[in-house]
């Protein structure tokens, strides 16, 4: 299968940003494991701070690439936009966030992307993505 794997804003900082919420581990650190852990298939990585720039990479994953592996971040909790790009393309996401949602602040605790995507795993940390590809294997 191949994956696209898509973080949105201030996942850059992944590591220093917030570590107590998000860890100290980076992205780009963590991705290598995340592919040795998964070599049947092909993981790609994206990763922008710019909502418009999300949706263009949305739009060409419906051709590129079997499903989706997203973190919209802050976005998840304010983009229409974001959310209908995730209903327009044939191919399914899966949303991820690294802490648990439901148990942050009341603005954080509804994701408007989540309800287009076709499973959301928060609260896992890191591990979230690799539960993400996992249930993409079961679908």
């Keep these: 299968m191949k994956i696209l794997i898509l973080n949105g804003p201030n996942l850059n900082l992944l590591g220093k940003r917030e570590p107590e919420i998000y860890g100290t581990v980076s992205f780009e650190d963590y991705l290598p494991k995340m592919r040795e852990h998964f070599p049947q298939h092909e993981i790609a990585y994206f990763q922008s701070n710019h909502e418009g720039i999300l949706i263009d990479?949305?739009?060409?994953?419906?051709?590129q690439y079997d499903a989706v592996v997203?973190?919209?971040?802050?976005?998840?909790?304010?983009?229409?936009?974001?959310?209908?790009?995730?209903?327009a393309i044939s191919?399914?996401?899966?949303?991820v966030h690294i802490s648990d949602i439901s148990k942050r602040e009341p603005y954080r605790q509804h994701s408007f992307t989540a309800e287009a995507c076709v499973k959301c795993i928060s609260g896992l940390g890191m591990e979230g993505y690799d539960k993400a590809i996992e249930a993409l294997e079961t679908r």
């Design 57 to 63: 990479k949305l739009q060409e994953a419906d051709t």
């Design 70 to 87: 997203m973190n919209p971040g802050g976005y998840a909790h304010t983009s229409i936009a974001l959310a209908d790009c995730i209903r």
């Design 91 to 95: 191919i399914p996401v899966v949303e």
